[in-house]
């Protein structure tokens, strides 16, 4: 058992000494009343330091050179470009495998679409198409698993 007063000092005790001394043990023993309740208040956030809302807030600088030294990134990568801003032209020119372009096909979605019309479609045909909606509809249920599938292998190939 640990001392809180000298943590390289431990007691060795048997399980009915221990229960005696966890009995009587005190961990705010020797703090005055004011550490008692700044401790407590410092407990509310794990005793990790805080800041108003909105004080620290991040921002994004492009200029601002990120240490790779596995290189990992290439210099010419942009570290804040994605699927959601990247413009059609550059979504439309990359290839594409027969299943991607069969999900697009069961989304009834053409190359080149935005994640955000991805997510959009995919929750209009689950609205539609969702057994609970259709009375327990067998069809209804084997459609959507195919519309679920269409839309994580989407989401796997990169359309996220």
Known sequence: MLDRGNPDDYHWFCLRHVRDYNKSWNFFDGMSDDEVL???DDDITGHRPTWKMGSRTATIRPDHVYDDPFEFRKETENPFSGF????HQNNQ???MDAKEREALATLNLTPGCTLKEIKRRHKELAKKYHPDTRGGDKQAEE???NINQ??????SCGNS
């Open 38 to 40: 700044k401790y407590k």
């Open 150 to 155: 269409a839309y994580t292998h989407l989401l």
């Open 143 to 145: 459609i959507l698993k």
């Open 93 to 95: 020119a990359r290839k």
């Open 84 to 87: 959601q801003g990247d413009s």
